[in-house]
Every structure is written in structure tokens, then in C-alpha cells.
């Protein structure tokens, strides 16, 4: 696939402004620290600045009103957003250059009751079970399970290994990568007064809104009773723990490692950093940024409020209590000193 590309083309894809040779091509794209003649690359991070006088870039996608500190060899596209802008010439280029599969694998099987749209893929050893719905252009990849009484919106894709039971809902235009499993049960065990623990039945299932993106090995449990919910643009990174009845409400990311405990609600535009631990039954405020490896104890009702430590605490108290912590040895041997200090004057007045 055609790689090969003028300033000027690319400036007209992304809605940029072309500063230097609207001719000159590309042939590939590079990290700024790495691009050699021919390559593409961006800056939107204030930190890469100095390389945008060393690279070898032949072009540079960097923001408007960005203003230079010494003059650049690379033809510059000046637009809003550089992060954005490069974002969909990704986007653009996996498109074309990947293409979409689209048929049915002599290895795979779909039950008879099943229905589907057009431009259906479905890979080697993939299972389709029972009264499942598949809209148009849903890509089934190998080895993955999709259960009895499923539905998958327009143009989603189940990559290898993905496991969805039994009657979960995801919506259109997601990604779920591989080895992900929708729909296991929660973890409910009631207690016996002889020490051990009954199963809980969970009846419930998975609903997963339109455009969410959930990363490799990644576990939601269905509900108890009624839904897990994941909401519309949700992004979820690899290794992510997702209880019974939690709720993640629209455009909200959250990182590898995290775990949510049962019944949690997280609310709209959210950030969570790794490692971030949630306890059950609490709610978290829309626009809430957590940081890594805190450990959320109680609900925020605050929104578009930082946190960060275990337990959470709004950021700037937690580093100043992590400032009054470090200062801990200082003071445990000011005390000795002044220990000392009074067992010598007691010396004196005995």
C-alpha cells in the first residue's frame, strides 16, 4: 500500500496550515528524537521542544501557536491540536494499509439461529453461539466466544481469544482486544456458619455502550442482578478488574491494573491513573483525575477534583502531607537531642 504522501496533502487531511515546502513527501512517520529524511512526525509535548531543532524530519506536524526559538529545516503543518491531528493520519494509514476482513472461516462456527449483516468476519475456530445478533462489518477474530443470546452493534471488533457470555450487549464501533473476558460472574459468595462459602447466582449481564475501547485481558464481571455498565467513548486499558454492577458513565479513561469493586459508580470524564484501587458501593464525580496506585476508600463528590495516595486525598493535601512525612526523621532526632538536653539539666538540678 501506497506510503507516499506531499506536505500539502497531508496539511488538507488534517485541516492544517503549511509553513515551508507544501511538496516536499513523506514516506514514513518517526518519533521526533528518531525521524530521518522522508519522515513525518509531531510535537505536542513542551518537553520535546529541543528536538525540533536537531530532528532530521523532513515534516513536522506542531500546534499554531507554537512560537519558534530558532529557525527549523523541516516544512512545518500548523494545526489546533497536534496530537489529534497526528492521531488520525494513524488512523488513516492503519486503515488503509490493513484493509477490513470481511467472510466467513471454514474452521469457524455460527449456530443456525444466529443472524448477522453484511461485511460479517469471522476467523478461525471462532464460536457463535445461539440467537446471537451481529450488526454490519462486526469482526469476530480467531478463537473467540461469543455466547448464547449476545448483541454486538455495527462494526465492532472481537480480536482473538475475547470471551463474551451469555446474553452481555456491546454497542457499535468498539474494540475489544484480545484475551478479554465480558460477562464472567461476579465474585458473590455468601458466608456459612461452618466457615465455608455459597455461590451466589449472578443473573445479571454486561452492557456496553457504542465506541468504547477495552484492552487486552481485561475481566468484567456481569451483575447480580440487572447490568454492568460500561457507557458510551470509555477507554480501558490492558489488565483491568471490573466488578458486578459497577457503572463507568461516558468518556471516562482508566488505566492498567485497575480494579473496581462491586456497585461502584464512576462518573463522565474521568482520568484514572494505574494501580488505582476502588472499594464498593461508593461514587466517584464526574471529571475526577486519580492518580496511580491510589486507593479510593470513600466516595468524591466533588467534581473535576485531583487525587492521589491511599487513602485518596485531594492532591494538594496529599502532598503536603507526603512533604510533612519526609520531614519525620528530622524531627525524631530533633526530639533526641532534646531528650538529651533534659536528661542533662535534670543531672544538674539533682
Same mark, same amino acid.
Given at each position: ?132 445478533? +451481529? @450488526?454490519?462489518?462486526?469482526? %469476530? #477474530? &480467531?478463537?473467540?466466544? !461469543? *455466547?448464547? $443470546? ?19 450487549? +456491546? @454497542?457499535?464501533?468498539?474494540? %475489544? #482486544? &484480545?484475551?478479554?473476558? !465480558? *460477562?464472567? $460472574? ?34 468484567? $464481571? ?129
Amino acid at each position: 500500500m501506497r506510503m507516499e504522501f506531499t506536505v500539502k496533502e497531508i496539511a488538507d487531511f488534517v485541516n492544517g496550515t503549511v509553513e515551508g515546502n507544501p511538496q516536499t513527501v513523506v514516506k514514513d512517520f518517526a518519533r521526533i528524537e528518531h525521524a530521518q529524511e522522508g519522515c513525518l512526525s509531531f510535537m505536542a509535548n513542551p518537553k520535546y521542544e529541543p528536538h525540533l531543532y536537531t530532528t532530521k524530519a523532513s515534516v513536522l506536524i506542531i500546534a499554531d501557536d507554537l512560537e519558534l526559538k530558532h529557525p527549523i529545516a523541516a516544512s512545518l503543518i500548523r494545526v489546533p491540536d497536534p496530537y489529534s491531528a497526528f492521531s488520525m493520519l494513524l488512523e488513516e494509514y492503519s486503515r488503509r494499509n490493513n484493509g477490513k476482513p470481511v467472510g466467513i472461516e471454514p474452521l469457524s462456527y455460527i449456530h443456525e439461529s444466529a443472524t448477522y449483516g453484511e461485511d460479517l468476519y469471522l476467523g478461525p475456530f471462532a464460536y457463535v453461539g445461539k440467537n446471537v445478533r +451481529l @450488526g454490519r462489518g462486526v469482526q %469476530i #477474530h &480467531a478463537q473467540a466466544y !461469543i *455466547g448464547d $443470546d449476545v448483541v454486538i452493534g455495527d462494526n465492532t471488533i472481537v480480536h482473538s481469544g475475547v470471551k463474551i457470555y451469555h446474553q452481555c450487549q +456491546l @454497542g457499535a464501533d468498539c474494540i %475489544i #482486544h &484480545a484475551g478479554t473476558v !465480558i *460477562g464472567s $460472574d461476579g465474585f458473590g459468595f455468601a458466608p456459612q456458619a461452618d466457615g465455608t462459602f455459597q455461590k451466589v447466582p449472578q443473573i445479571g449481564n454486561v452492557v456496553v455502550g457504542d465506541e468504547v475501547e477495552i484492552g487486552s485481558n481485561c475481566s468484567i $464481571d456481569r451483575a447480580t442482578m440487572g447490568s454492568t455498565v460500561i457507557k458510551n467513548g470509555v477507554k480501558l486499558d490492558n489488565l483491568i478488574q471490573i466488578a458486578h454492577n459497577v457503572i463507568i458513565e461516558e468518556n471516562t479513561v482508566i488505566a492498567a491494573q485497575t480494579g473496581i469493586s462491586g456497585s461502584t459508580q464512576i462518573g463522565k470524564n474521568c482520568m484514572i491513573g494505574g494501580q488505582v484501587g476502588f472499594v464498593g458501593h461508593i461514587q466517584i464525580a464526574k471529571g475526577s483525575k486519580i492518580n496511580a496506585q491510589s486507593g479510593v476508600a470513600k466516595s468524591i463528590k466533588k467534581p473535576n477534583t485531583a487525587w492521589n495516595g491511599s487513602p485518596a486525598r485531594e492532591f494538594r493535601q496529599s502532598y503536603k502531607t507526603m512533604a510533612h512525612i519526609n520531614q519525620i526523621p528530622a524531627l525524631k532526632e530533633q526530639i533526641k537531642q532534646l531528650e538529651a538536653q533534659v536528661a542533662m539539666l535534670m543531672e544538674k538540678l539533682a
